[in-house]
């Protein structure tokens, strides 16, 4: 193994370092106050297995609410918030085929955002490449597992209220588009993208105050119309 490769992974891991640990202590201290009977075990395990900060924000109020959700809406909610990973994939498809499954299947596992950008940006080729995705992987993956097992502890002797800190990952994507706006090409589609979820909300708490928790389904499914109704563009090539 070379310690060169292993030292360009973690210091390229290093911004991931500083976001996982903060949001994974928000996510465990989360849990802590949330659900009962969540401990240290229960968020490293959910961590390790679930690797998707997103989607682990929103099974904190399934677990909270168990009773409103059923196996099968559980299920579809993961699918559509992780969907986003299945086009990840795809440019390491010509590369990943060639490895053994039982070295593709953590490698698919633990591909996350950051993990993928970083992958993406590493300009080497054949093992050096492999060691270092694999290590950045599985550097990530440690960030995450102990940020939540952190969170927990910490969130279990708190001695004031954490209500509210659910908001950490809302501001996480806030601060993305708000990086993204300020190309004027992104302007538009976020304008959209906001005026579509907040008609989604407002529709959901007017027609469905029971199920207005469950948005996320009504909002992808227009989404999906949208892009269903929505025609090609035609190139025009000529001159």
Not at 140 to 157: C, E, K, P, Q
């Given at each position: 193994?070379?310690?060169?490769?292993?030292?360009?992974?973690?210091?390229?891991?290093?911004?991931?370092?500083?976001?996982?640990?903060?949001?994974?202590?928000?996510?465990?201290?989360?849990?802590?106050?949330?659900?009962?009977?969540?401990?240290?075990?229960?968020?490293?395990?959910?961590?390790?297995?679930?690797?998707?900060?997103?989607?682990?924000?929103?099974?904190?109020?399934?677990l909270?609410?168990?009773?409103?959700?059923?196996l099968?809406?559980?299920?579809?909610?993961?699918?559509?918030?992780?969907?986003?990973?299945?086009?990840?994939?795809?440019?390491?498809?010509?590369?990943?085929?060639h490895?053994p499954?039982?070295l593709?299947?953590?490698?698919?596992?633990?591909?996350?955002?950051?993990?993928?950008?970083?992958?993406?940006?590493?300009?080497?080729?054949?093992?050096?490449?492999?060691?270092?995705?694999?290590?950045?992987?599985?550097?990530?993956?440690?960030?995450?597992?102990?940020?939540?097992?952190?969170?927990?502890?910490?969130?279990?002797?708190?001695?004031?209220?954490?209500?509210?800190?659910?908001?950490?990952?809302?501001?996480?994507?806030?601060?993305?588009?708000?990086?993204?706006?300020r190309?004027?090409?992104?302007?538009?589609?976020?304008?959209?993208?906001?005026?579509?979820?907040?008609?989604?909300?407002?529709?959901?708490?007017?027609?469905?105050?029971?199920?207005?928790?469950?948005?996320?389904?009504?909002?992808?499914?227009l989404?999906?119309?949208?892009?269903?109704?929505?025609?090609?563009?035609?190139?025009?090539?000529?001159?």
């Open positions: 193994m070379s310690l060169k490769t292993v030292r360009a992974a973690f210091v390229s891991s290093m911004p991931v370092l500083m976001g996982y640990l903060t949001m994974g202590m928000a996510f465990g201290i989360l849990l802590a106050t949330q659900v009962k009977g969540a401990n240290g075990l229960t968020a490293a395990v959910m961590s390790f297995f679930t690797i998707s900060g997103s989607m682990q924000f929103a099974a904190v109020d399934m909270r609410n168990a009773a409103q959700y059923s099968w809406t559980t299920a579809l909610l993961a699918l559509l918030i992780n969907i986003r990973y299945c086009v990840y994939g795809l440019p390491f498809l010509g590369v990943w085929r490895y499954w039982w593709r299947a953590p490698l698919i596992l633990g591909l996350t955002d950051e993990s993928y950008a970083i992958a993406c940006a590493s300009r080497r080729h054949g093992k050096r490449q492999l060691l270092f995705v694999c290590c950045v992987l599985f550097l990530d993956i440690a960030y995450w597992v102990s940020g939540t097992v952190i969170g927990n502890l910490l969130g279990r002797h708190l001695p004031f209220s954490t209500d509210g800190i659910e908001f950490a990952m809302l501001a996480l994507f806030v601060v993305i588009l708000v990086d993204l706006c190309e004027r090409a992104n302007r538009l589609p976020a304008c959209i993208g906001g005026a579509v979820t907040a008609l989604v909300i407002a529709v959901a708490m007017l027609c469905f105050p029971g199920t207005a928790n469950k948005t996320l389904l009504i909002a992808m499914a989404i999906v119309l949208i892009l269903a109704l929505r025609a090609p563009r035609r190139h025009d090539n000529r001159p």
